[in-house]
């Protein structure tokens, strides 16, 4: 083995350091690298050099949980969510590389080119859920489920902190419907949890279970005056102690009046005159009265047309009958010719 060659697996191991732990954690990843060894090295690198990188690869791997814990940045565990997110990343870039057929010295420093841009993308990764993700309840108990990278093993880790979320004021009408909301943005990632419990706390601090269920919410309809007072909302967990635990101060105001608003068509003089009203026309009403006289136009264009068809028409028939009543007069004096006087003297003698 050239001494080039030698310190690109050396610093290929180094690299793999600080994002193998985790990501090799990943069923997908571990296949990933076992084809790489029996699929792919075969063709595109020495025999000798084989089992000198998978050695490397695997020993490196191995090393993560030497890595330096910080608080802000990295505690040895990280969430499903998290490994899925890096080890699709590694395996993007990895299958970019065998796509590329490269082969030889080359193939080492593209693999070392590419696993040191993954490192620090797993360790933004990383830090991310350090900062957002890791127990992000600002009160309760929170089961979060995390899977250690020097183990591989999923784990419920509790984030325990005050159960006593705080107090809520809540406003409601009478005769309106009261929503009580017991609900946190962490709740849906909680494992562990069971049941939202609301109660009614009394002067005399004793309670009243309302309403046992899944659902974070409370509806109450038409309330009434004594319906105001203090409630309580516990959500429980697998332990015996709540998740955390909400309280609501409740006021009913008197029913809501409705204000009659005068009508968009009428004009109200003010005080001092004597009443009057002015209708006006709304933007509805000038339209329909548009298409009224529209309309008309429309029926009024088509009598005169008829109108006008009819009289000509009848003219038409008239003259007819006029020409052929004088033709047939002429034509009947031509039939039967006048006899001179005399003529028809000698006729009858």
């Given at each position: 083995?050239?001494?080039?060659?030698?310190?690109?697996?050396?610093?290929?191991?180094?690299?793999?350091?600080?994002?193998?732990?985790?990501?090799?954690?990943?069923?997908?990843?571990?296949?990933?690298?076992?084809?790489?060894?029996?699929?792919?090295?075969?063709?595109?690198?020495?025999?000798?050099?084989?089992?000198?990188?998978?050695?490397?690869?695997?020993?490196?791997?191995?090393?993560?949980?030497?890595?330096?814990?910080?608080?802000?940045?990295?505690?040895?565990?990280?969430?499903?969510?998290?490994?899925?997110?890096?080890?699709?990343?590694?395996?993007?870039?990895?299958?970019?590389?065998?796509?590329?057929?490269?082969?030889?010295?080359?193939?080492?420093?593209?693999?070392?080119?590419?696993?040191?841009?993954?490192?620090?993308?797993?360790?933004?990764?990383?830090?991310?859920?350090?900062?957002?993700?890791?127990?992000?309840?600002?009160?309760?108990?929170?089961?979060?489920?995390?899977?250690?990278?020097s183990t591989c093993q999923k784990q419920i880790h509790a984030c325990r902190k005050s159960s006593n979320c705080g107090?809520?004021?809540?406003?409601?009408?009478?005769?309106?419907?009261?929503?009580?909301?017991?609900?946190?943005?962490?709740?849906?990632?909680?494992?562990?949890?069971?049941?939202?419990?609301?109660?009614?706390?009394?002067?005399?601090?004793?309670?009243?279970?309302?309403?046992?269920?899944?659902?974070?919410?409370?509806?109450?309809?038409?309330?009434?005056?004594?319906?105001?007072?203090?409630?309580?909302?516990?959500?429980?967990?697998?332990?015996?102690?709540?998740?955390?635990?909400?309280?609501?101060?409740?006021?009913?105001?008197?029913?809501?009046?409705?204000?009659?608003?005068?009508?968009?068509?009428?004009?109200?003089?003010?005080?001092?005159?004597?009443?009057?009203?002015?209708?006006?026309?709304?933007?509805?009403?000038?339209?329909?009265?548009?298409?009224?006289?529209?309309?008309?136009?429309?029926?009024?264009?088509?009598?005169?047309?008829?109108?006008?068809?009819?009289?000509?028409?009848?003219?038409?028939k008239v003259i007819d009958f006029i020409k052929s009543s004088l033709f047939g007069l002429d034509n009947a004096a031509?039939?039967h010719p006048r006899v001179p006087k005399e003529k028809a003297e000698d006729r009858s003698q």
């Amino acid at each position: 083995m050239r001494p080039s060659f030698a310190l690109l697996l050396a610093a290929l191991a180094g690299c793999l350091l600080p994002a193998g732990g985790c990501v090799m954690c990943s069923p997908l990843v571990k296949q990933a690298l076992k084809s790489l060894k029996e699929d792919y090295l075969p063709g595109h690198l020495d025999v000798q050099h084989h089992k000198n990188v998978m050695e490397r690869v695997e020993q490196a791997v191995n090393d993560f949980k030497d890595l330096p814990l910080k608080e802000d940045s990295f505690m040895g565990a990280i969430d499903e969510a998290t490994l899925n997110t890096a080890s699709w990343s590694l395996l993007k870039d990895l299958n970019r590389i065998t796509d590329s057929d490269v082969k030889g010295e080359l193939f080492v420093k593209e693999l070392f080119w590419m696993l040191r841009l993954q490192k620090e993308t797993f360790a933004t990764y990383a830090a991310h859920f350090q900062k957002e993700a890791y127990c992000p309840n600002k009160c309760g108990t929170m089961f979060q489920t995390l899977i250690w990278c020097s183990t591989c093993q999923k784990q419920i880790h509790a984030c325990r902190k005050s159960s006593n979320c705080g107090e809520r004021k809540v406003e409601v009408h009478q005769m309106e419907d009261m929503i009580l909301d017991c609900e946190l943005n962490w709740h849906h990632a909680s494992e562990g949890l069971s049941y939202y419990r609301f109660y009614r706390v009394w002067e005399n601090n004793t309670e009243t279970l309302v309403s046992m269920r899944t659902a974070p919410t409370l509806t109450k309809p038409m309330v009434g005056p004594k319906d105001a007072g203090r409630y309580r909302c516990e959500l429980g967990s697998v332990n015996s102690s709540p998740a955390t635990i909400i309280y609501f101060n409740v006021t009913v105001l008197p029913t809501r009046v409705e204000e009659e608003k005068p009508s968009p068509n009428i004009v109200t003089q003010g005080k001092g005159t004597s009443e009057s009203s002015t209708p006006l026309q709304s933007p509805n009403s000038e339209n329909t009265l548009k298409v009224r006289l529209a309309g008309l136009l429309l029926w009024a264009s088509l009598v005169l047309t008829v109108s006008l068809a009819f009289a000509i028409l009848c003219q038409t028939k008239v003259i007819d009958f006029i020409k052929s009543s004088l033709f047939g007069l002429d034509n009947a004096a031509a039939e039967h010719p006048r006899v001179p006087k005399e003529k028809a003297e000698d006729r009858s003698q």
